[in-house]
Protein backbone atom coordinates (compact mmCIF):
# COMPACT_ATOMS: atom_id res chain seq x y z
CA UNK A 1 0.00 0.00 0.00
CA UNK A 2 1.39 3.46 -0.70
CA UNK A 3 2.59 5.45 2.62
CA UNK A 4 0.46 8.12 3.88
CA UNK A 5 2.01 10.94 5.53
CA UNK A 6 1.00 13.26 8.58
CA UNK A 7 2.09 16.93 9.12
CA UNK A 8 2.37 17.57 13.11
CA UNK A 9 2.45 21.06 13.88
CA UNK A 10 3.08 22.19 17.32
CA UNK A 11 3.09 26.07 17.82
CA UNK A 12 7.11 26.43 19.00
CA UNK A 13 8.14 23.78 17.51
CA UNK A 14 9.84 22.33 14.11
CA UNK A 15 7.06 20.64 11.93
CA UNK A 16 7.98 16.89 11.67
CA UNK A 17 6.36 14.30 9.30
CA UNK A 18 4.27 11.20 10.16
CA UNK A 19 5.07 8.50 7.89
CA UNK A 20 2.28 5.69 8.00
CA UNK A 21 2.47 2.43 5.68
CA UNK A 22 3.66 -1.38 5.25
CA UNK A 23 7.31 -1.45 4.46
CA UNK A 24 8.25 2.11 5.66
CA UNK A 25 10.81 0.67 7.92
CA UNK A 26 13.08 0.11 4.90
CA UNK A 27 12.76 3.56 3.55
CA UNK A 28 13.40 4.59 7.17
CA UNK A 29 17.43 6.14 6.08
CA UNK A 30 16.04 7.85 2.89
CA UNK A 31 13.65 9.55 4.78
CA UNK A 32 15.62 10.86 7.72
CA UNK A 33 18.12 12.33 4.94
CA UNK A 34 15.33 14.42 3.90
CA UNK A 35 15.39 16.34 7.93
CA UNK A 36 17.18 18.86 8.22
CA UNK A 37 19.97 18.09 10.15
CA UNK A 38 19.77 14.69 10.37
CA UNK A 39 21.33 14.29 6.73
CA UNK A 40 24.73 15.51 7.86
CA UNK A 41 24.73 14.10 11.21
CA UNK A 42 27.68 12.47 12.45
CA UNK A 43 26.43 9.61 14.35
CA UNK A 44 22.91 8.09 14.80
CA UNK A 45 21.91 5.52 17.74
CA UNK A 46 19.21 3.15 17.46
CA UNK A 47 18.01 2.12 20.82
CA UNK A 48 15.53 -0.73 21.03
CA UNK A 49 14.82 -3.71 23.32
CA UNK A 50 15.85 -7.35 23.24
CA UNK A 51 12.26 -8.55 21.52
CA UNK A 52 12.13 -6.02 19.16
CA UNK A 53 16.14 -6.75 18.27
CA UNK A 54 15.51 -9.88 16.53
CA UNK A 55 12.59 -8.95 14.43
CA UNK A 56 13.29 -5.53 12.90
CA UNK A 57 17.13 -4.04 14.06
CA UNK A 58 18.81 -5.59 11.18
CA UNK A 59 16.21 -4.01 8.71
CA UNK A 60 16.27 -0.86 10.81
CA UNK A 61 20.77 -0.80 10.81
CA UNK A 62 20.42 -1.76 7.00
CA UNK A 63 18.70 1.23 5.79
CA UNK A 64 20.25 3.74 7.45
CA UNK A 65 23.66 2.16 6.02
CA UNK A 66 21.92 1.92 2.81
CA UNK A 67 21.22 5.67 3.03
CA UNK A 68 24.64 6.25 3.81
CA UNK A 69 23.98 6.94 7.54
CA UNK A 70 26.31 6.17 10.39
CA UNK A 71 24.66 4.12 13.30
CA UNK A 72 25.02 2.41 16.37
CA UNK A 73 22.66 0.33 18.23
CA UNK A 74 21.63 -0.32 21.74
CA UNK A 75 19.50 -2.97 22.92
CA UNK A 76 17.48 -2.68 26.39
CA UNK A 77 15.77 -5.25 28.25
CA UNK A 78 12.04 -5.60 27.32
CA UNK A 79 9.44 -4.95 29.89
CA UNK A 80 8.05 -1.62 31.61
CA UNK A 81 11.51 -2.40 33.99
CA UNK A 82 13.35 -0.71 31.31
CA UNK A 83 11.47 2.69 32.13
CA UNK A 84 13.87 3.27 35.09
CA UNK A 85 16.63 5.99 36.13
CA UNK A 86 19.42 3.07 36.14
CA UNK A 87 18.73 2.49 32.49
CA UNK A 88 18.44 5.70 31.28
CA UNK A 89 21.71 6.08 33.28
CA UNK A 90 23.16 3.65 31.28
CA UNK A 91 22.35 4.53 28.02
CA UNK A 92 23.45 8.19 28.63
CA UNK A 93 26.86 6.31 29.92
CA UNK A 94 26.62 4.41 26.27
CA UNK A 95 25.82 7.48 24.70
CA UNK A 96 29.22 9.59 25.73
CA UNK A 97 31.16 6.67 25.38
CA UNK A 98 30.06 6.48 21.59
CA UNK A 99 31.21 10.37 21.61
CA UNK A 100 27.34 11.56 20.25
CA UNK A 101 26.94 15.18 20.09
CA UNK A 102 24.57 17.79 19.93
CA UNK A 103 24.02 17.20 16.11
CA UNK A 104 23.34 13.43 16.50
CA UNK A 105 19.97 11.51 16.79
CA UNK A 106 18.39 8.92 18.97
CA UNK A 107 16.07 6.70 17.18
CA UNK A 108 13.31 4.35 19.42
CA UNK A 109 12.78 1.23 17.57
CA UNK A 110 10.06 -0.83 19.58
CA UNK A 111 6.68 0.02 21.87
CA UNK A 112 6.02 2.45 24.58
CA UNK A 113 8.80 1.59 26.54
CA UNK A 114 11.61 1.86 24.15
CA UNK A 115 9.62 5.38 22.85
CA UNK A 116 9.45 6.92 26.35
CA UNK A 117 12.80 5.81 27.93
CA UNK A 118 14.57 7.05 24.14
CA UNK A 119 12.42 10.32 24.14
CA UNK A 120 13.68 11.11 28.12
CA UNK A 121 17.49 10.22 27.41
CA UNK A 122 17.61 12.25 23.90
CA UNK A 123 16.18 15.06 25.59
CA UNK A 124 18.49 15.65 28.51
CA UNK A 125 21.25 14.28 26.96
CA UNK A 126 23.54 17.76 26.41
CA UNK A 127 20.56 19.16 27.05
CA UNK A 128 18.34 17.69 24.28
CA UNK A 129 19.57 16.00 21.03
CA UNK A 130 17.10 14.66 18.20
CA UNK A 131 14.60 12.02 18.52
CA UNK A 132 13.09 9.96 16.06
CA UNK A 133 10.21 7.29 16.59
CA UNK A 134 10.07 4.47 14.95
CA UNK A 135 6.83 2.35 16.70
CA UNK A 136 6.50 -1.50 16.51
CA UNK A 137 3.59 -1.64 18.24
CA UNK A 138 -0.81 -0.52 17.42
CA UNK A 139 -0.51 1.58 21.21
CA UNK A 140 2.74 3.58 20.21
CA UNK A 141 1.36 4.25 16.74
CA UNK A 142 -2.10 5.72 18.10
CA UNK A 143 -0.65 6.97 20.92
CA UNK A 144 2.59 7.59 22.55
CA UNK A 145 4.97 7.80 19.57
CA UNK A 146 3.01 11.60 18.70
CA UNK A 147 3.06 14.51 21.26
CA UNK A 148 6.40 14.44 22.93
CA UNK A 149 5.77 12.84 26.30
CA UNK A 150 8.62 11.17 27.49
CA UNK A 151 9.21 9.80 30.95
CA UNK A 152 11.03 7.32 33.39
CA UNK A 153 9.54 5.47 36.45
CA UNK A 154 10.00 5.58 39.78
CA UNK A 155 9.54 3.53 42.91
CA UNK A 156 7.21 6.04 44.35
CA UNK A 157 4.63 5.50 40.43
CA UNK A 158 4.89 5.37 36.75
CA UNK A 159 6.08 8.17 34.39
CA UNK A 160 7.01 10.34 37.53
CA UNK A 161 10.06 11.42 35.84
CA UNK A 162 9.82 13.18 32.29
CA UNK A 163 10.02 16.20 29.72
CA UNK A 164 8.33 17.24 26.61
CA UNK A 165 10.26 16.24 23.46
CA UNK A 166 8.64 16.41 19.84
CA UNK A 167 10.25 13.78 17.79
CA UNK A 168 11.71 15.21 14.16
CA UNK A 169 10.33 12.33 12.29
CA UNK A 170 8.02 9.49 12.65
CA UNK A 171 8.16 6.46 11.07
CA UNK A 172 4.84 3.85 11.43
CA UNK A 173 5.58 0.63 9.23
CA UNK A 174 2.09 -1.44 9.88
CA UNK A 175 3.74 -4.45 8.70
CA UNK A 176 5.55 -4.49 12.26
CA UNK A 177 2.09 -5.07 13.43
CA UNK A 178 2.00 -8.76 12.45
CA UNK A 179 3.59 -10.00 15.02
CA UNK A 180 1.65 -8.62 17.95
CA UNK A 181 -0.42 -10.81 20.09
CA UNK A 182 -4.51 -10.19 21.21
CA UNK A 183 -3.70 -8.79 24.29
CA UNK A 184 -1.32 -6.36 22.65
CA UNK A 185 -3.55 -5.53 19.91
CA UNK A 186 -6.09 -4.79 21.87
CA UNK A 187 -4.32 -2.45 23.67
CA UNK A 188 -3.76 -0.16 21.16
CA UNK A 189 -7.88 -0.84 19.93
CA UNK A 190 -8.73 0.62 23.47
CA UNK A 191 -6.45 4.24 22.82
CA UNK A 192 -8.08 3.93 19.37
CA UNK A 193 -11.66 3.91 20.80
CA UNK A 194 -10.89 6.50 23.42
CA UNK A 195 -9.56 8.84 20.96
CA UNK A 196 -12.59 8.17 18.83
CA UNK A 197 -15.22 9.03 21.41
CA UNK A 198 -13.73 12.23 22.47
CA UNK A 199 -12.73 13.20 18.75
CA UNK A 200 -16.05 13.27 16.53
CA UNK A 201 -19.09 11.96 15.12
CA UNK A 202 -17.34 11.59 12.31
CA UNK A 203 -14.01 9.59 13.31
CA UNK A 204 -16.39 7.00 15.85
CA UNK A 205 -19.08 6.28 13.69
CA UNK A 206 -16.39 5.60 10.90
CA UNK A 207 -14.65 2.99 14.21
CA UNK A 208 -18.27 1.59 14.74
CA UNK A 209 -18.44 1.07 10.71
CA UNK A 210 -15.29 -0.23 10.91
CA UNK A 211 -14.66 -2.30 13.87
CA UNK A 212 -14.81 -5.98 13.25
CA UNK A 213 -12.17 -5.73 10.41
CA UNK A 214 -10.11 -3.30 12.42
CA UNK A 215 -9.97 -6.16 14.79
CA UNK A 216 -9.19 -8.53 12.35
CA UNK A 217 -6.37 -6.27 10.85
CA UNK A 218 -7.11 -5.44 8.03
CA UNK A 219 -4.41 -3.59 6.36
CA UNK A 220 -5.99 -0.13 4.46
CA UNK A 221 -8.20 0.44 7.74
CA UNK A 222 -5.55 0.11 10.17
CA UNK A 223 -3.49 2.66 8.47
CA UNK A 224 -6.47 4.62 7.83
CA UNK A 225 -7.05 3.96 12.24
CA UNK A 226 -3.47 5.00 12.64
CA UNK A 227 -3.86 8.09 10.61
CA UNK A 228 -7.21 9.40 11.74
CA UNK A 229 -5.59 9.31 15.53
CA UNK A 230 -2.70 11.17 14.67
CA UNK A 231 -4.62 13.74 13.64
CA UNK A 232 -6.76 14.16 15.95
CA UNK A 233 -3.68 13.45 18.74
CA UNK A 234 -1.65 16.30 16.69
CA UNK A 235 -4.39 18.49 16.53
CA UNK A 236 -4.82 18.55 20.57
CA UNK A 237 -1.47 19.01 21.54
CA UNK A 238 -1.26 22.20 19.20
CA UNK A 239 -3.55 23.68 21.41
CA UNK A 240 -1.96 22.26 24.66
CA UNK A 241 1.98 21.45 24.50
CA UNK A 242 2.37 20.91 27.77
CA UNK A 243 -0.56 20.09 29.54
CA UNK A 244 -1.21 23.35 30.85
CA UNK A 245 -4.35 24.79 29.19
CA UNK A 246 -5.96 21.71 29.97
CA UNK A 247 -7.28 20.79 26.48
CA UNK A 248 -5.26 17.92 26.45
CA UNK A 249 -6.26 16.15 29.54
CA UNK A 250 -8.86 14.89 27.54
CA UNK A 251 -6.64 12.28 26.27
CA UNK A 252 -6.90 10.77 30.01
CA UNK A 253 -10.30 9.71 29.04
CA UNK A 254 -10.82 6.04 30.22
CA UNK A 255 -7.38 6.61 32.20
CA UNK A 256 -8.16 7.87 36.09
CA UNK A 257 -9.76 4.14 36.35
CA UNK A 258 -7.40 2.37 34.51
CA UNK A 259 -4.53 3.40 36.44
CA UNK A 260 -6.16 2.54 39.62
CA UNK A 261 -6.85 -1.12 38.18
CA UNK A 262 -3.00 -1.39 37.27
CA UNK A 263 -1.94 -0.69 40.78
CA UNK A 264 -4.49 -2.15 42.46
CA UNK A 265 -4.17 -5.19 40.60
CA UNK A 266 -0.68 -5.37 40.15
CA UNK A 267 0.99 -3.79 36.99
CA UNK A 268 1.22 -6.54 34.00
CA UNK A 269 -2.45 -8.57 35.39
CA UNK A 270 -4.07 -6.65 32.71
CA UNK A 271 -2.52 -4.46 29.26
CA UNK A 272 -2.99 -0.68 29.76
CA UNK A 273 -5.58 -1.17 26.67
CA UNK A 274 -8.16 -3.44 28.71
CA UNK A 275 -7.78 -1.41 31.73
CA UNK A 276 -7.74 1.66 29.64
CA UNK A 277 -11.39 0.00 28.41
CA UNK A 278 -12.82 -0.55 31.45
CA UNK A 279 -12.06 3.03 32.38
CA UNK A 280 -13.78 4.56 29.71
CA UNK A 281 -16.82 2.36 30.63
CA UNK A 282 -17.09 3.63 34.25
CA UNK A 283 -16.46 7.47 32.82
CA UNK A 284 -19.73 7.14 30.76
CA UNK A 285 -21.45 5.54 33.47
CA UNK A 286 -20.08 8.14 36.01
CA UNK A 287 -20.98 11.03 32.59
CA UNK A 288 -24.37 10.38 33.07
CA UNK A 289 -25.18 12.11 36.64
CA UNK A 290 -22.64 14.28 36.45
CA UNK A 291 -22.78 16.42 32.76
CA UNK A 292 -26.12 14.46 31.08
CA UNK A 293 -24.71 11.54 29.13
CA UNK A 294 -27.10 9.87 27.48
CA UNK A 295 -27.80 5.97 28.53
CA UNK A 296 -27.91 5.22 24.29
CA UNK A 297 -24.03 6.75 23.94
CA UNK A 298 -22.98 4.34 27.22
CA UNK A 299 -24.34 1.73 25.11
CA UNK A 300 -22.83 2.61 22.12
CA UNK A 301 -19.16 2.92 23.47
CA UNK A 302 -20.11 -0.94 25.16
CA UNK A 303 -20.71 -2.67 22.16
CA UNK A 304 -17.71 -0.91 20.41
CA UNK A 305 -15.43 -2.24 23.07
CA UNK A 306 -16.93 -5.49 22.77
CA UNK A 307 -16.71 -5.55 18.78
CA UNK A 308 -13.01 -4.61 18.98
CA UNK A 309 -12.33 -7.17 21.62
CA UNK A 310 -11.92 -5.43 24.81
CA UNK A 311 -15.02 -6.89 26.79
CA UNK A 312 -15.62 -5.89 30.22
CA UNK A 313 -12.70 -6.87 32.75
CA UNK A 314 -15.00 -8.89 35.53
CA UNK A 315 -12.32 -7.17 37.94
CA UNK A 316 -13.75 -5.47 41.38
CA UNK A 317 -11.93 -4.05 44.54
CA UNK A 318 -13.17 -1.77 47.60
CA UNK A 319 -14.94 1.30 46.71
CA UNK A 320 -12.18 3.11 49.01
CA UNK A 321 -9.10 1.27 47.77
CA UNK A 322 -10.14 2.30 43.99
CA UNK A 323 -10.53 5.74 45.66
CA UNK A 324 -6.89 5.85 47.66
CA UNK A 325 -5.33 4.94 44.00
CA UNK A 326 -7.33 7.46 42.14
CA UNK A 327 -5.99 10.09 44.73
CA UNK A 328 -1.95 8.88 44.34
CA UNK A 329 -2.26 8.88 40.42
CA UNK A 330 0.43 11.55 39.14
CA UNK A 331 -2.30 13.63 37.49
CA UNK A 332 -4.73 13.82 40.80
CA UNK A 333 -4.61 17.55 41.82
CA UNK A 334 -6.32 19.38 44.81
CA UNK A 335 -8.71 17.16 47.09
CA UNK A 336 -11.20 15.93 44.10
CA UNK A 337 -10.67 13.37 41.62
CA UNK A 338 -10.54 14.88 37.96
CA UNK A 339 -12.29 13.12 35.70
CA UNK A 340 -12.58 13.32 31.99
CA UNK A 341 -16.23 12.95 31.38
CA UNK A 342 -18.37 12.84 28.10
CA UNK A 343 -21.76 14.68 27.45
CA UNK A 344 -22.00 13.39 23.63
CA UNK A 345 -19.71 12.11 21.28
CA UNK A 346 -16.46 14.61 20.68
CA UNK A 347 -17.93 16.69 23.79
CA UNK A 348 -16.28 16.53 27.07
CA UNK A 349 -16.21 18.38 30.31
CA UNK A 350 -13.27 17.95 33.19
CA UNK A 351 -14.66 17.50 35.94
CA UNK A 352 -13.22 17.60 40.00
CA UNK A 353 -15.25 14.82 41.79
CA UNK A 354 -15.62 14.82 45.54
CA UNK A 355 -15.32 11.79 47.58
CA UNK A 356 -18.72 10.71 48.10
CA UNK A 357 -20.40 10.93 44.88
CA UNK A 358 -17.23 9.25 43.61
CA UNK A 359 -17.62 6.26 45.98
CA UNK A 360 -21.27 6.20 45.80
CA UNK A 361 -20.89 6.06 41.86
CA UNK A 362 -18.04 3.07 42.33
CA UNK A 363 -20.66 1.37 44.46
CA UNK A 364 -23.09 1.44 41.83
CA UNK A 365 -21.03 0.43 39.11
CA UNK A 366 -19.69 -2.77 40.79
CA UNK A 367 -22.87 -3.61 42.14
Known sequence: MQAMRVVVSIPGEPDYDV???????????????????????????????????RLYLGRAM???ANAGLTASSLVVPAG???????????????MAALGLTRDCAVIA???????????????????????????????????????????????AGKNLVGTFCQPVQVCADIATLSTL???????GLAEAAKSSVISSDDFFFWMVENASAIFGREEELVAELIKRCIVFKAGVVAQDKTESCGVR???????????????????????????????????????????GCEPDLV???????????????GWKADARDILTAMKHDKKARGTGVRFVCIR???????VSVDDETLLEALEAYYA
Open 249 to 291: ECLNYGHTLAHAIEALAGYGTYSHGAAVAEGMRFAAFLSQGLV
Open 181 to 187: DEREWTC
Open 80 to 94: EGAKSVEVAAEVWDA
Open 62 to 64: DSL
Open 299 to 313: EAQGALLDELGLPPL
Open 109 to 155: LGGGVVGDLTGFVGSTFMRGISVVQVPTTLLSMVDSSVGGKTAVNLE
Open 344 to 350: DIGAWEL
Open 19 to 53: RIGSGSLDELGSALRRVPGLAKSPQLLVITDANVE
